[in-house]
C-alpha cells in the first residue's frame, strides 16, 4: 500500500480518536491526569536514584560507613513517588478502562437503534452476518486504540520533560535524548504504516468469517438435508485460512519490529554512559547526573512503547469506524408523518392503492432499477375481504409491504381511511395495520411472549381470543407448559403450520384494523385455512371485522373474498368474485387449477399439520 494512504490511516486514526475525546472528554482529563502524574514521577523516581547513588552511595563507599539521615531521606522521597506513581496507575486504567467501554456500549446501541430505523430496502442489501460484525467487532475495533491512548499522550508529556531536565543538566546528554526519541518515535510511525493495511484486512477478513458463518448456521437446515456439510465447511475453512495468514502476517511484523524498539532505548543508555564519562572527566556533570539520566534512559523505555500501541491500533480502528459509520450515516430513513388514525370506537378501515408504481432500488447503484408495480390501482373496503390473487412474482408480497408501510410507493398513494400512510405517525399506522409475512418469525421465547410482544393492554385473556381465531388455541393448550412454554430458537420445536397460526394470532392481538395476510396460512390443513378466514370475516363475539387483503391460492379460500384482484406482473390484470374470474379470465382459472393439482399431489404424500419442523422448514424455502 502507498505510503500516501498509510499516512491518511495514521490522520484519519487521530481524528476519530479526537470524535472519542469529544464525546467523554472528562473520563479523558481524568485517564491522562492520572498518566502524566505517572510520567512526571517516572522522571522524579530517576533523579531520586541518580541522587542517592551520588550523595549516599558514593560518599558511602568513600568513607565506609552510612548517612543514617540522607538514606532515610531519600527512602521517604522514593515512597513518595511511587504512591503517587500508584495513584496515576490507577487513574489512567480506570479512566481509559470507563472510557473505552462506555463508548463501546454507546455505539452499540446507536448501531443496532440504526438497524430498526433503517427501511427495509437497505437490509435486503446488507447480509445479517455484517450487521452483526459491525455492532460486534467493528465497534471494539474503532476505540481499541482508546485503552493506550491516555498512556501515550501522558508518555507524550513526560518525554518533552524528560528533555527539558536533560537540558538542564548537560546539552551533551541533552543531544543524546534529542537523538534517541524522535528515532523512537519515529521507528513507532513507521512500525504502523506497515501494520496499517494488515490490520485492515484482517479486520475485513473477521467480517467475512463471521458472514460465512451465520449464513450456515441459518441455513442448517438446506446445509444438511442437501448434503452440502463438507463444501460449507470448505468455504468456511479458506475465509478462516485467509484471516489466519492475515493474522500471522501482523505477527510477523511484531517479532520484527518488537524487538528494535526494545533495543532502541537501551542503545540510548549506552550512549549516555560513554557520552556521560567523557563529561564527567572534563567535570562538567557530577555522579549523581549521570546516573539519574543513565536510569531515565532505561525507564523511559516502557512508557514509549505506549504511542506505538495507539499507533498500531489505528488502522484497526479506522477500519472498524468506516464500517460502523457507514450504519450510522446510512440514508433512506423512511420518516413518519404527524396524523394519528384512531376513532374512538375500533372500526375496520379502509386501504386504497392509487396508481401505485414501485421498484426495488437494484443491488448495485450503477444497475438499473426493474419496475416491480405499475398502475396499481384497488381498494379494500372497511370490512371488506380482498384477496390477491397471482403467479410467483407478480407482486403480490410487494403490494403487501406497501398496505403496510414497509416500503412507499416510488409515484402514487397508499392510503388508510383516505389518509396518506406516509403522513401517519409510527403509533398510529402500527395500531390500525397488521402484517402476517408469508415465512412466519417466531421469538425464543413463550407463546405467550411471541403473541404480547410486550404490548400493554394484552393480557391472558385476549391471547387465548386471538389463539382461538387463529384456530391456535388447541395445540397451545396441548403444550406441556400451554401459554409458558418455550417455543425453541425461530419456533423450533412447532410444526411450519403451528408457527403461521402463532404469528397470525400475534397479527390478531393487536386487534388491527387492516390485517393483511401474505400467503400466511399455506402451511396449514386447507379446511383450517378457510375456517380462520371465515372466523375472521365474523367475528364469534359479534364484533367489527378487520378489512382484509389476503394474498391466497386455495379455491376455498378465495371464494369466500368479497373480491378478488388479479395480478400479473405488476399489474392489476382483472379484478371480480372468484366465479366471475374463473369465467371470464383464462389465466387466473389456469392459476387456481394448477395450484390445486400441485396441493393434492403433495397431500398425498403428508398431510398439513403433521409436517414435523425439518420439512416444514424446508417448505418456506420453495417459493411459490
Ligand atoms: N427485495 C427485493 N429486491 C429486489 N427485487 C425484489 C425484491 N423482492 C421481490 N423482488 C422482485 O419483485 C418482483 C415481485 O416480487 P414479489 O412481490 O415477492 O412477488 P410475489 O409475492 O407475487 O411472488 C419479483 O420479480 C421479485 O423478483
Ligand atoms: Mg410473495
Known amino acids: 500500500m502507498a505510503s500516501g494512504t498509510s499516512r491518511d490511516v495514521v490522520g484519519r486514526g487521530l481524528r476519530v480518536l479526537g470524535r472519542a475525546i469529544r464525546e467523554q472528554p472528562r473520563i479523558f482529563a481524568v485517564a491522562v491526569t492520572g498518566s502524566v502524574l505517572f510520567g512526571l514521577m517516572v522522571i522524579a523516581s530517576a533523579y531520586v536514584v541518580g541522587g542517592v547513588v551520588g550523595k549516599v552511595v558514593v560518599p558511602a563507599v568513600a568513607r565506609g560507613s552510612v548517612a543514617d539521615g540522607a538514606l532515610a531521606l531519600a527512602a521517604a522521597?522514593?515512597?513518595?513517588?511511587?504512591?503517587?506513581?500508584?495513584?496515576?496507575?490507577?487513574?489512567?486504567?480506570?479512566?481509559?478502562?470507563?472510557?473505552?467501554?462506555?463508548?463501546?456500549?454507546?455505539?452499540?446501541?446507536?448501531?443496532?437503534?440504526?438497524?430498526?430505523?433503517?427501511?427495509?430496502?437497505?437490509?435486503?442489501?446488507?447480509?445479517?452476518?455484517?450487521?452483526?460484525?459491525?455492532?460486534?467487532?467493528?465497534?471494539?475495533?474503532?476505540?481499541?486504540?482508546?485503552?493506550?491512548?491516555?498512556?501515550?499522550?501522558?508518555?507524550?508529556?513526560?518525554?518533552?520533560?524528560?528533555?527539558?531536565?536533560?537540558?538542564?543538566?548537560?546539552?551533551?546528554l541533552a543531544l543524546v535524548g534529542l537523538a534517541v526519541f524522535p528515532a523512537l518515535f519515529a521507528l513507532n510511525v513507521v512500525y504502523s504504516r506497515r501494520m496499517a493495511p494488515r490490520q485492515a484486512r484482517a479486520q475485513r477478513l473477521r467480517a467475512e468469517v463471521s458472514g460465512i458463518a451465520h449464513e450456515s448456521f441459518d441455513g442448517?437446515?438446506?446445509?444438511?438435508?442437501?448434503?452440502?456439510?463438507?463444501?460449507?465447511?470448505?468455504?468456511?475453512?479458506?475465509?478462516?485460512?485467509?484471516?489466519?495468514?492475515?493474522?500471522?502476517?501482523?505477527?510477523?511484523?511484531?517479532?520484527?519490529?518488537?524487538?528494535?524498539?526494545?533495543?532502541?532505548?537501551?542503545?540510548?543508555?549506552?550512549?549516555?554512559?560513554?557520552?556521560g564519562a567523557i563529561r564527567l572527566r572534563q567535570g562538567a556533570i557530577t555522579v549523581t547526573e549521570l546516573v539519574s539520566v543513565a536510569f531515565l534512559f532505561t525507564v523511559l523505555a516502557f512508557p514509549v512503547r505506549a504511542i506505538g500501541w495507539v499507533l498500531a491500533e489505528l488502522p484497526r480502528s479506522v477500519a472498524g469506524w468506516d464500517r460502523v459509520r457507514r450504519v450510522l450515516d446510512a440514508t433512506g430513513e423512511m420518516p413518519y408523518g404527524e396524523v394519528a388514525l384512531d376513532p374512538a370506537t375500533p372500526a375496520p378501515a379502509t386501504l386504497a392503492f392509487h396508481d401505485v408504481?414501485?421498484?426495488?432500488?437494484?443491488?448495485?447503484?450503477?444497475?438499473?432499477?426493474?419496475?416491480?408495480?405499475?398502475?396499481?390501482?384497488?381498494?379494500?373496503?372497511?370490512?371488506?375481504?380482498?384477496?390477491?390473487?397471482?403467479?410467483?412474482?407478480?407482486?403480490?408480497s410487494t403490494i403487501a409491504s406497501l398496505a403496510v408501510r414497509l416500503v412507499d410507493p416510488d409515484s402514487g398513494t397508499v392510503t388508510l381511511d383516505g389518509v396518506d400512510v406516509r403522513e401517519l405517525t409510527a403509533a398510529s399506522l402500527a395500531s390500525t395495520v397488521a402484517l402476517v409475512a408469508q415465512v412466519p418469525f417466531v421469538f425464543d421465547d413463550t407463546v405467550r411472549a411471541n403473541i404480547t410482544l410486550d404490548r400493554p393492554g394484552i393480557g391472558d385473556e385476549e391471547v387465548w381470543a386471538a389463539l382461538r381465531l387463529a384456530e391456535a388455541d388447541g395445540f397451545v393448550a396441548a403444550l406441556p407448559e400451554g401459554l409458558d412454554t418455550m417455543v425453541g430458537e425461530r419456533g423450533t420445536s412447532l410444526s411450519g403450520g403451528q408457527r403461521q397460526r402463532l404469528t397470525l394470532a400475534r397479527a390478531l392481538a393487536g386487534r388491527p384494523r387492516l390485517l393483511v395476510l401474505d400467503d400466511a396460512t399455506s402451511a396449514v390443513d386447507p379446511r383450517v385455512e378457510a375456517a380462520i378466514l371465515a372466523g375472521l370475516r365474523a367475528p364469534a363475539d359479534g364484533?367489527?371485522?378487520?378489512?382484509?387483503?389476503?394474498?391466497?391460492?386455495?379455491?376455498?379460500?378465495?371464494?369466500?373474498?368479497?373480491?378478488?384482484?388479479?395480478?400479473?406482473?405488476?399489474?392489476?390484470?382483472?379484478?371480480?368474485?372468484?366465479?366471475?374470474?374463473?369465467?371470464?379470465?383464462?389465466?387466473y382459472a389456469d392459476l387456481v387449477t394448477a395450484y390445486e393439482q400441485a396441493e393434492q399431489e403433495r397431500e398425498q404424500t403428508r398431510t398439513y399439520d403433521e409436517v414435523t419442523p425439518l420439512t416444514s422448514g424446508l417448505e418456506v424455502e420453495v417459493d411459490r
Open 77 to 172: 522521597a522514593l515512597f513518595g513517588i511511587s504512591v503517587l506513581r500508584v495513584v496515576g496507575i490507577f487513574g489512567r486504567r480506570l479512566g481509559a478502562g470507563y472510557m473505552q467501554y462506555r463508548l463501546q456500549a454507546t455505539y452499540r446501541r446507536r448501531v443496532t437503534r440504526r438497524y430498526l430505523d433503517l427501511p427495509l430496502a437497505w437490509h435486503h442489501r446488507n447480509a445479517t452476518g455484517t450487521l452483526l460484525s459491525n455492532a460486534n467487532s467493528d465497534v471494539e475495533a474503532a476505540w481499541y486504540p482508546i485503552a493506550p491512548l491516555p498512556f501515550a499522550v501522558g508518555t507524550l508529556v513526560m518525554l518533552v520533560g524528560a528533555v527539558v531536565s536533560l537540558f538542564l543538566t548537560d546539552w551533551a
Open 220 to 275: 442448517a437446515l438446506v446445509v444438511k438435508t442437501m448434503g452440502r456439510e463438507a463444501q460449507e465447511t470448505a468455504r468456511f475453512a479458506a475465509r478462516a485460512g485467509d484471516l489466519r495468514d492475515a493474522l500471522i502476517s501482523v505477527g510477523r511484523l511484531r517479532g520484527v519490529f518488537d524487538p528494535m524498539l526494545e533495543t532502541l532505548p537501551s542503545l540510548g543508555t549506552l550512549a549516555v554512559l560513554v557520552v
Open 357 to 396: 408504481h414501485f421498484g426495488y432500488e437494484p443491488a448495485e447503484a450503477h444497475l438499473p432499477g426493474a419496475q416491480v408495480l405499475g398502475e396499481v390501482t384497488f381498494t379494500v373496503p372497511a370490512g371488506k375481504t380482498v384477496a390477491l390473487v397471482g403467479p410467483t412474482g407478480a407482486g403480490k
Open 543 to 587: 364484533g367489527a371485522p378487520a378489512s382484509i387483503l389476503v394474498v391466497a391460492y386455495r379455491r376455498a379460500t378465495i371464494a369466500l373474498a368479497d373480491e378478488v384482484i388479479y395480478v400479473e406482473h405488476g399489474r392489476v390484470v382483472a379484478r371480480g368474485t372468484h366465479t366471475d374470474l374463473l369465467a371470464t379470465v383464462p389465466g
